[in-house]
């Protein structure tokens, strides 16, 4: 039975009366946060399940990410890079710790049911039965530890007809009908340029494992969450899969345009396109007075949103005609004076630059351990008044924290260590 200890640098570590002394190397500290205090175990891969623990380490959990001896998770490998550091893996892992250990050994999952037992959530997203084969099976951890959170993650659920398929986002994105209302109405069906699948069930992972806490600080029980990707991506259709439940007609495409509301969309300008979306009547008021076409508002074709759906192409036939004679920016600022939502369709590094994104910091500038200084994307979520300003810790080098927490948390001394990693069970 290992000693369970929390240590702080440059600690005594106590073992069976032996003292070690631990002269850590400076680690960037991560942020503190509302989940501060809560341990959150990863043994999720790629995408959907770092993406779900990232929010949770933004939020301040503690998040210790298990990888597999080797190259780990397979994000590492994926370019570019920055002195070897995968942009992939840095852009979706920050603020985390970096283990290595291998679960198919019977050292290594006594070492991960160790981990287990000293944490409050479990993330994962193995196919379903491969939990059961590595010998950690949930009832085997409810069991022996009823508290505990876990969520798994995968692309069927642990139950159904394709329960244990192949999935990735791109098959999800087909399956969930989200492709056939993607591109333009008369070219094919395309994907979104984000992967909403996986991102999306990384967002309703954290949304549950949330649910979750507050359900165990209300009964003193855990919850096993079982995540459909299927289902998340499914679930964000919205009013779109309310049109065929009312209907029995399935929502086709219509490019950058709205299936409901007209002027809605991107529309050439003298030099380029912009966005207008008119969603509800006071601003097409707004767009007819901009434009100076009074007369659009009492032509019975267009007085209703109704109206205007059903006439749509003779009202974006007169609409294309009236942009056509300005630029962007002079388009971009008549709407905008006029309080009409609006844009320039800008590309990744514009959008990045622009100054609602820099006034608000949400680009910041980490160090990581290999890779230098770089800048990454990070959390929407803003707290006025509280935990702002909290520094972020980069993505981990792989196996980085192995030993720190293994010796700190569940007490194993340096001859210990040197053993396990010579026998290849941790790296």
Not at 171 to 182: D, E, F
Not at 231 to 254: C, H, M, N, Q, W
Request: glycine content about 10%.
């Amino acid at each position: 039975m290992k000693v369970c200890l929390v240590l702080q640098h440059n600690s005594l570590l106590v073992i069976h009366g032996i003292i070690f002394y631990i002269d850590h190397m400076a680690e960037q500290p991560f942020p503190k946060g509302p989940l501060s205090g809560l341990r959150v175990l990863d043994l999720s891969r790629v995408l959907t399940g770092p993406f779900c623990t990232m929010v949770l380490a933004d939020l301040g959990a503690e998040v210790i990410k298990l990888e597999e001896p080797g190259s780990g998770d397979q994000t590492r490998t994926v370019p570019p890079f920055v002195n070897g550091e995968s942009h992939y893996f840095m852009a979706i892992n920050r603020n985390k710790k970096s283990i290595v250990v291998d679960l198919k050994s019977d050292e290594g999952r006594e070492i991960a049911l160790s981990l287990i037992g000293a944490s409050d959530i479990l993330i994962e997203n193995f196919r379903p039965g491969v939990m059961d084969r590595l010998g950690l099976s949930y009832e085997k951890i409810q069991t022996e530890k009823p508290e505990l959170i876990i969520c798994s993650i995968t692309g069927f659920g642990q139950e159904g007809p394709m329960a244990h398929a192949p999935s990735f986002d791109l098959v999800t994105q087909a399956l969930s009908g989200i492709m056939s209302i993607n591109g333009e109405k008369d070219g094919p069906p395309t994907k979104m340029g984000i992967p909403m699948g996986d991102v999306g069930g990384g967002l309703w992972a954290a949304i549950a494992v949330l649910a979750a806490l507050q359900h165990r600080n209300a009964t003193g029980k855990g919850l096993h969450v079982d995540l459909s990707l299927l289902d998340g991506l499914v679930a964000l259709l919205g009013y779109l899969a309310e049109i065929f439940l009312v209907t029995g007609k399935s929502p086709g495409r219509v490019g950058s345009g709205h299936h409901s509301i007209v002027p809605y969309g991107r529309y050439p300008v003298k030099d380029g396109h912009i966005v207008l979306a008119l969603h509800v009547g006071p601003f097409w008021r707004k767009f007819c007075n901009a434009v100076e076409r009074l007369d659009l508002l009492n032509d019975p074709r267009f007085k209703t949103t109704a109206n205007r759906q059903k006439n749509r192409v003779a009202l974006e036939s007169i609409v294309l005609e009236i942009l056509s004679k300005k630029t962007s920016d002079e388009w971009c600022d008549l709407f905008s004076a006029a309080d009409i939502p609006s844009g320039p369709v800008l590309d990744i590094g514009e959008a990045l630059s622009q100054a609602s994104i820099t006034h608000r910091g949400l680009v910041k500038a980490i160090n990581n351990p290999k890779a230098g200084s770089i800048d990454v994307v990070g959390s929407p979520i803003q707290f006025k008044g509280a935990f702002e300003d909290e520094p972020y810790a980069s993505s981990a080098t792989l196996g980085q924290h192995t030993n720190t927490v293994l010796s700190e948390l569940l007490g194993y001394d340096e001859e210990e260590l040197a053993r396990l990693k010579n026998d290849g069970i941790i790296q």
